[in-house]
């Protein structure tokens, strides 16, 4: 028992239940599953950015022996072939249109991979290319050439049943979220600045690409292992494409290797389900980490802000005009835009708000949810101009953004979830570990970014928690485990709950018809939501044994506590194998206990209250290498405001996984286009963070006062600690040097030319005696 | 005209964790998918399949090679370790043990691969800098941990007397 906490389990590190599996080989993950009789399938994937597809013959695929299966669109009779959760605009394969390089046209199964390349090689398609936009710019044209030309259905979450796209434009969803008088206030302002920000495409690269296994049985019910990060989500897509009730469809999920949100959502699971139907034989399709490039991304998004300030430093007014590069299918993109922007003034106070975002399609791989969700792009340009401001207005970044913060409890939106952590302990203790106001080492320069994001609401989280008649239990959820440990947070929770030992408890793995509905593994809401449910479930057991053992007793239930695998009251101990065995009269049976986290909508903006806020901030020491322009970040600090760590280490992990990713996008990631094609899709063409690119060091700490909505006062963590990174950066660079980047990655390039040029300005200064500009 | 006959498939013997293997393998068969498919050793991985990323790593007589593009009958007459042989029945490799206590393993798509090429550092240089385990790292990617704890857990099994960075 922690003397700190009072806890036995919980915020304890204990070794992840799934650690050595991982460490000795013999972790499963959805690439090891093999069934009798499976075939292999592969894509044939479009090679251009937009075309009408004028003929497809699939004959002599068809005809070579192994081949199991060969679908083209038109061969799709036997389901409703479209998809997508947000809009129903996605094609199972491309019919008539190909809208992206990469999208799949043919599926084939067949014996084997080899064989299903070589059947691919067989089919012929001949397509007649048609104009392409591939930027924000091109695709919001006057009159640019339109991805999409028929209105496409509504997807299967109702709280997207409001999109609204601009017909006859290439934008498939607005959003917009005001208060106050914007114009009025900027009007009146100390300080007005206007700047444009532009966040590239970046790859989630998951070391596992996406995969999919489906079966059907005889009783015509579908079985899908898949590496989806919300097991539910696939099944109501395959109930609707294949019109089958909800308990026919089985999706089970094993371990993932890695998700970041590329793998919410349906994603290949439907082409693998066609597949297995027209082969009559389990199908595999697993991904090549270059079908992932041209599976799902980032969103690319060019953000304009206004921000007003008051003559002492307040932030009076901001507004924001977003545009979101969602590619050629919306997939999740619409929620992505609305969130992101929706929280556009961060942990600040902030009177006047005027929010305009578009979802913009271009002919590119589409874009969904990544770690962030829309906030990592919007905050990449606002806390960039907190500094700007704070060097307007002569006054300390940290001591600005500390006169702006939101206070505990205080208001976010009207309706909407007030603020559940102290924000501004968060921002003390990151100046602390970035050393803030220690002197800077000749050469190098501090800069800091915070944020603050809503999770998904309204959204649902069931546990049900099974206690076997040898005292041992069963927790049963559907969180898929991705790397975050969640199977572990949940068997702390489950164990704390229950007084077992950690080892007695075991997390049965998502599979649809087993475990219970949870909504998605996705942001940051498990430990908290699902976690809820554990806790609640567990507490329904005890309750029961309570009651049990309070009729044995002969005492009132309330009188009982529970202790090491026993109820006990006083000095006596019944422990739970012998009050099973009195209440069911033999050593059988077993106790089961539900809990269900389910708010509900709320007249939020978004139309339910965030179940809490993920606050993170972010400081880092850079140097830089004038002649190459490269930045190496020698400190990087992060701060979270987790209300309490379940598993301090796993905690830790997140973050420093969230800055490492965070600084991807920040020095090196972009995916490039060319002429409509993905120049770099794949690890050779796109760098991502190698071990040496870690900072010397790397420093996370955690703001814990057990205000969090979760059990035992916790609350989300795993998205935060990426958002600040970029702007952090971005604002050392600019106190280092002078110049100020808006556009990402900051690669050494970039970085190089901005330095040429504001050295050619300075000299042209000297001579003209102009002002410079900062 | 000559016809030149191709060789379909030759036998090869190696040792695999200590144990004997022969088989017989087409030209073109790559190692990790003799490992994985033929041999039911799944814990290589394959992840970007243009030795990029070290998923797949396997040692062969000791030194790391990407699994992915090696040919199974380079390794012919040699001996190959994957992470299935690396601890000793129940006794976990103090690796292993390093690797869970310092929380370095996190979807664990990566691990096999990053274990097995910290092996061979240590097995080389008992005790590198940390700026040197994160170059002799530089074929091995994790998107999860963001390598931190690797270097934590690789550094704490290195022998006392690894140079600072
Ligand atoms: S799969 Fe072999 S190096 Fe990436
Ligand atoms: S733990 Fe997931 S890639 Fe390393």
Avoid at chain 1, 408 to 415: I, K, L, T, V
Avoid at chain 1, 477 to 501: K, Y
Avoid at chain 1, 526 to 555: C, F, H, N, Y
Wanted: glycine share 10%; aromatic share 4%; hydrophobic share 40%.
């Amino acid at each position: 028992m922690s003397a700190r906490t009072g806890f036995r389990v919980v915020g304890q590190s204990v070794r992840r239940t799934d650690a050595l599996e991982k460490v000795t080989g013999r972790a499963r993950y959805l690439s090891d599953l093999e069934l009798p009789g499976m075939a292999h399938a592969r894509l044939l994937r479009s090679p251009h950015a937009h075309a009408r597809i004028v003929r497809v013959d699939v004959a002599r695929a068809r005809a070579l022996p192994g081949v199991h299966a060969v679908l083209a669109a038109s061969d799709l009779t036997f389901c409703d072939p479209a998809y997508g959760p947000a809009l129903r605009d996605r094609p199972l394969l491309a019919s008539e249109v190909v809208r992206y390089e990469g999208e799949p046209v043919v599926a084939v199964a067949a014996d084997d991979e080899a064989t299903a390349v070589e059947a691919l090689d067989l089919v012929e398609v001949d397509y007649e290319e048609l104009p392409a936009v591939t930027t924000l710019e091109d695709a919001l044209a006057p009159g640019a050439p339109l991805v999409h030309t028929a209105e496409p259905l509504a997807g299967h979450f109702s709280d997207l049943s409001t999109l609204r796209a601009k017909p006859g434009t290439n934008i498939c969803h607005q959003f917009d979220y005001g208060r106050g008088d914007v114009e009025a206030a900027l009007a009146a302002a100390h300080l007005v600045l206007e700047e444009t920000y532009t966040f590239p495409r970046i790859q989630h690269y998951s070391m596992e690409p996406h995969g999919a296994v489906a079966r059907w049985d005889d009783e015509g019910g579908l079985t899908v292992w898949a590496s989806t990060q919300n097991p539910f989500s696939v099944r109501a897509e395959l109930a609707a494409m294949f019109a089958l009730p909800a308990s026919r469809i089985r999706i089970a999920v094993p371990l993932l290797g890695g998700g970041f949100g590329g793998k919410t959502y349906a994603k290949l699971e439907p082409i693998a389900a066609a597949l297995a139907r027209v082969a009559r034989r389990p199908v595999r399709l697993l991904a090549s980490v270059e079908d992932a490039f041209r599976t799902v991304r980032r969103c690319s998004a060019r953000v304009t802000l206004r921000l007003g300030f008051l003559r002492d430093g307040r932030l009076d007014a901001l507004a924001c005009r977003a545009d979101f590069d969602v590619g050629a299918y919306a997939d999740i993109a619409p929620r992505v835009i609305q969130k992101g922007t929706y929280t556009a003034t961060g942990p600040y106070r902030v009177s006047h708000v005027q929010l305009h975002s578009n979802a913009v399609y271009t002919n590119t791989t589409p874009g969904g949810a990544f770690r962030g969700f829309g906030v990592p792009q919007i905050v990449w340009g606002v806390e960039s101009m907190m500094d700007i401001a704070a060097g307007r207005l002569e006054r300390d970044p940290v001591d600005l953004r500390r006169q702006n913060l939101l206070a505990h409890g205080e208001e976010f939106a009207p309706g909407d979830t007030p603020v559940d952590g102290k924000l501004e302990e968060s921002l003390g203790r990151l100046a602390e570990a970035i050393r803030w106001s220690d002197t800077v080492p000749p050469g190098r320069a501090r800069g800091i970014a915070a944020m603050m994001k809503a999770s998904v609401a309204p959204s649902v989280s069931e546990a049900i928690v099974r206690l076997h008649a040898d005292g041992s239990a069963n927790v049963l959820v559907s969180t898929v485990e991705m790397g975050q440990g969640a199977r572990t947070v949940m068997a702390q929770i489950a164990a704390e709950v229950l007084a077992l030992p950690l080892a007695r408890v075991r997390i049965v793995p998502p599979d649809t018809s087993i475990t219970p509905y949870d909504q998605t593994s996705s942001s940051s809401r498990s430990t908290t939501m699902v976690g809820r449910a554990v806790q609640e479930a567990a507490e329904d057991v005890v309750g029961q044994l309570r009651k049990i053992a309070a009729g044995k007793l002969g005492v009132a239930a309330g009188r009982l506590r529970v202790e090491d695998g026993a109820v006990v009251s006083g000095r006596t101990r019944l422990p739970y194998p012998d009050l099973l065995d009195h209440h069911f009269g033999m050593r059988g049976g077993e106790l089961i206990g539900r809990g269900v986290v389910a708010p509900g909508r709320t007249a939020a903006p978004l139309g339910g209250s965030t179940p809490f806020w993920e606050v993170a901030m972010g400081g880092a020491e850079i140097a830089l290498d004038e002649e190459t322009g490269a930045i190496s970040v020698e400190a990087y600090a992060s701060v979270s405001d987790v209300g309490r760590c379940i598993n301090p280490q796993q905690c830790a992990a997140q973050d420093e996984g969230a800055v490492m990713q965070g600084l991807g996008h920040t020095l090196l990631e972009e995916m490039v286009y060319e002429g409509g094609q993905l120049l770099n899709g794949d690890l050779v063409g796109y760098r991502v963070p190698r071990a040496g690119d870690l900072p010397p060091r790397l420093q996370t700490r955690f703001v814990e006062n057990g205000d969090g909505a979760g059990p035992f006062g916790a609350k989300g963590v795993g998205e935060g600690g990426l958002i600040p990174v970029s702007p952090a950066v971005a604002n050392a660079l600019a106190r280092l040097t002078g110049v100020r980047l808006r556009e990402l990655p900051l690669t050494p390039e970039r970085v190089w030319r901005a330095l040429r040029e504001r050295r050619q300005r300075d000299a042209t200064d000297r001579t003209t005696g102009g002002p410079g500009d900062v | 005209m000559n016809v030149i006959p191709i060789r379909s498939s030759s036998e090869i013997r190696l040792t695999v964790n200590g144990r004997p293997v022969t088989l017989e393998v087409r030209p073109e068969a790559l190692l990790l998918d003799v490992l994985r498919d033929r041999l039911q050793l799944k814990g290589a991985r394959r992840s970007c399949d243009m030795q990029v990323c070290g998923a797949c790593t396997v040692l062969v007589d000791g030194a790391p090679v990407s699994a992915c593009t090696y040919l199974a009958v380079e390794a012919d007459g040699r001996e190959v370790l994957t992470v299935e042989g690396l601890a000793d029945g129940d006794r976990l490799d103090p690796l292993q043990e390093a690797f869970i206590e310092h929380g370095a393993v996190q979807c664990g798509f990566c691990t096999a691969g990053m274990l097995l090429t910290a092996k061979a550092l240590l097995a080389e240089e008992p005790s590198p800098s940390p700026a040197r385990v994160a170059e002799y790292l530089r074929g091995n990617l994790c998107r999860c941990t963001g390598y931190r704890k690797i270097l934590d857990a690789i550094l704490a099994c290195a022998a006392p007397g690894g140079g600072t960075r």
